[in-house]
């Protein structure tokens, strides 16, 4: 939860969306460091998150990261909680949801926010949006931050929804993206992609086949659910593997110094799927 609200945005402001603000830490910009005690009461007593957590198993990243929000702004008294994941139909058809709406009970704004965490990999010339794509190759950075800006956050101004403020005697007057995540470059000199927050958190993937280990360093698999966070080498499980150059996917594999502590996330892949990576990229 510290995370997702502390970690820095892999995007900065950008030009020509100046009514939809990307959130940098925090909900709205406010030091995140101000929801310290919060956090530590909960950390004292975690019952609450436990009881809005029962019969819950994320399996997927990206629900998770929402239902860690969900969570803080459901428990939080300073905000009220009003939808998550709402969906949207016309004429008894889906076409879309909120991801979340809440309202600030200090200010009485209501806030439209729409939340992801993404971990994509560039190749080719990494400035270009399009040159980012996700382990599965199915997702890529262009595709997502036009479908965030120009559908999903609009999506609280669709006329279906009239009737739905107008019962609850509010409406949105605020719109939020919160994108958190990793960009991992295929060498460490790299230029970031166009408008990228220049703090964003970043490492470097390369191919299984001329990874070296570091004999000074322990490397360990990271399950998607522990890609968020630091970890220690004593919280991830310790059963056996495959070993790197087995893997015929794309996977996260912490580096760790003998004290066990995460040095930094490294994204090995398997030559066939950089070869992928740069069939796709010759193609469009």
Same mark, same amino acid.
């Given at each position: 939860?510290?995370?997702?609200?502390?970690?820095?945005?892999?995007?900065?402001?950008?030009?020509?969306?100046?009514?939809?603000?990307?959130?940098?830490?925090?909900?709205?910009?406010?030091?995140?460091?101000?929801?310290?005690?919060?956090?530590?009461?909960?950390?004292?007593?975690?019952?609450?998150?436990?009881?809005?957590?029962?019969?819950?198993?994320?399996? =997927? +990243?990206?629900?998770?990261?929402?239902? *860690? !929000?969900?969570?803080? #702004? /459901?428990?939080?008294?300073?905000?009220? $909680?009003?939808?998550?994941?709402?969906?949207?139909?016309?004429?008894?058809?889906?076409?879309?949801?909120?991801?979340?709406?809440?309202?600030?009970?200090?200010?009485?704004?209501?806030?439209?926010?729409?939340?992801?965490?993404?971990?994509?990999?560039?190749?080719?010339?990494?400035?270009?949006?399009?040159?980012?794509?996700?382990?599965?190759?199915?997702? =890529? +950075?262009?595709?997502?931050?036009?479908? *965030? !800006?120009?559908?999903? #956050? /609009?999506?609280?101004?669709?006329?279906? $929804?009239?009737?739905?403020?107008?019962?609850?005697?509010?409406?949105?007057?605020?719109?939020?993206?919160?994108?958190?995540?990793?960009?991992?470059?295929?060498?460490?000199?790299?230029?970031?992609?166009?408008?990228?927050?220049?703090?964003?958190?970043?490492?470097?993937?390369?191919?299984?086949?001329?990874?070296?280990?570091?004999?000074?360093?322990?490397?360990?698999?990271?399950?998607?659910?522990?890609? *968020?966070?630091?970890?220690?080498?004593?919280?991830?499980?310790?059963?056996?593997?495959?070993?790197?150059?087995?893997?015929?996917?794309?996977?996260?594999?912490?580096?760790?110094?003998?004290?066990?502590?995460?040095?930094?996330?490294?994204?090995?892949?398997?030559?066939?799927?950089?070869?992928?990576?740069?069939?796709?990229?010759?193609?469009?």
């Amino acid at each position: 939860m510290w995370w997702a609200l502390k970690s820095p945005p892999l995007f900065s402001q950008i030009p020509g969306y100046e009514d939809v603000i990307m959130v940098k830490q925090g909900l709205q910009n406010e030091e995140a460091e101000t929801y310290l005690d919060f956090l530590h009461t909960l950390d004292k007593d975690p019952s609450p998150i436990q009881k809005l957590w029962q019969g819950k198993n994320h399996k =997927r +990243l990206g629900r998770y990261f929402e239902h *860690l !929000l969900f969570t803080f #702004i /459901k428990l939080n008294p300073n905000y009220r $909680l009003i939808f998550s994941n709402k969906v949207i139909k016309v004429k008894k058809q889906s076409i879309g949801e909120l991801d979340l709406v809440f309202q600030d009970l200090q200010s009485g704004e209501v806030i439209h926010m729409e939340l992801a965490v993404k971990f994509y990999l560039g190749l080719g010339d990494t400035s270009r949006w399009e040159n980012w794509y996700g382990p599965s190759l199915r997702d =890529r +950075l262009d595709f997502k931050m036009d479908k *965030l !800006l120009n559908k999903q #956050i /609009k999506f609280s101004n669709h006329p279906s $929804l009239d009737e739905v403020w107008q019962k609850e005697k509010l409406r949105p007057t605020k719109r939020c993206v919160l994108l958190k995540g990793y960009l991992f470059y295929p060498t460490p000199k790299e230029v970031a992609p166009e408008f990228a927050f220049k703090g964003h958190n970043k490492s470097q993937w390369m191919e299984a086949e001329v990874f070296s280990l570091d004999r000074d360093k322990v490397y360990k698999k990271i399950p998607k659910l522990r890609w *968020l966070s630091k970890n220690t080498l004593n919280n991830l499980e310790s059963d056996r593997e495959l070993k790197i150059e087995e893997q015929n996917f794309p996977n996260i594999y912490g580096e760790f110094d003998r004290d066990g502590r995460e040095k930094r996330k490294i994204f090995i892949c398997p030559k066939t799927w950089s070869e992928k990576l740069n069939e796709l990229l010759s193609t469009d």
